[in-house]
C-alpha cells in the first residue's frame, strides 16, 4: 500500500506562485512514478505533471509547460509541483497520484492523495 497526502495548496492572486507538495509513504512509494491530477468544478480530471521514480524523466500537459516543474526529494519521500505565473483557469483541487507508469493516463495509477485546493484571482 502506498499512502499520499498533499499539502501547500491556498488562494493567490494570478501572476503569483505556489508549491504544492506531496509526501508518499509505504513500501513501494520510492519506486513508483508520482503524478499531478487537477478537477475543475465541473470538469474532467485532467493530467498535469509527472516524474518517474529516479526523478529524471518528467511530462507536463501543454497548458502548464513553461510554468510548472515538478521533482523528487528521494530522501524526503516527496514530490513537488512548483507553479509559477498562475493564472484563474489554474483554479481547480489537485491530486497527486502513484503508478507503476510514467503516464499521462489517468486510469494507470494507483494510489491518490486526498486533494488540495488551488484557487486563482483575478
Known amino acids: 500500500q502506498v499512502q499520499l497526502v498533499e499539502s501547500g495548496g491556498g488562494v493567490v492572486q494570478a501572476g503569483l506562485s505556489l508549491r504544492l507538495s506531496c509526501t508518499g509513504s509505504?513500501?513501494?512509494?520510492?519506486?513508483?512514478?508520482t503524478g499531478w491530477f487537477r478537477q475543475a468544478p465541473g470538469k474532467e480530471r485532467e493530467f498535469v505533471a509527472t516524474?518517474?521514480?529516479?526523478?529524471?524523466?518528467?511530462y507536463y500537459a501543454d497548458s502548464v509547460k513553461g510554468r510548472f516543474t515538478i521533482s523528487r526529494d528521494k530522501a524526503k519521500n516527496t514530490v513537488y509541483l512548483q507553479m509559477n505565473s498562475l493564472k484563474p483557469e489554474d483554479t481547480a483541487v489537485y491530486y497527486c497520484?502513484?503508478?507503476?507508469?510514467?503516464?499521462?493516463?489517468?486510469?494507470?495509477?494507483?494510489?491518490w492523495g486526498q486533494g488540495t485546493q488551488v484557487t486563482v484571482s483575478s
Open positions: 509505504g513500501r513501494t512509494f520510492s519506486n513508483r512514478a
Open positions: 497520484a502513484a503508478g507503476w507508469a510514467t503516464t499521462v493516463m489517468i486510469n494507470q495509477y494507483d494510489f
Open positions: 516524474i518517474d521514480w529516479s526523478g529524471s524523466r518528467t
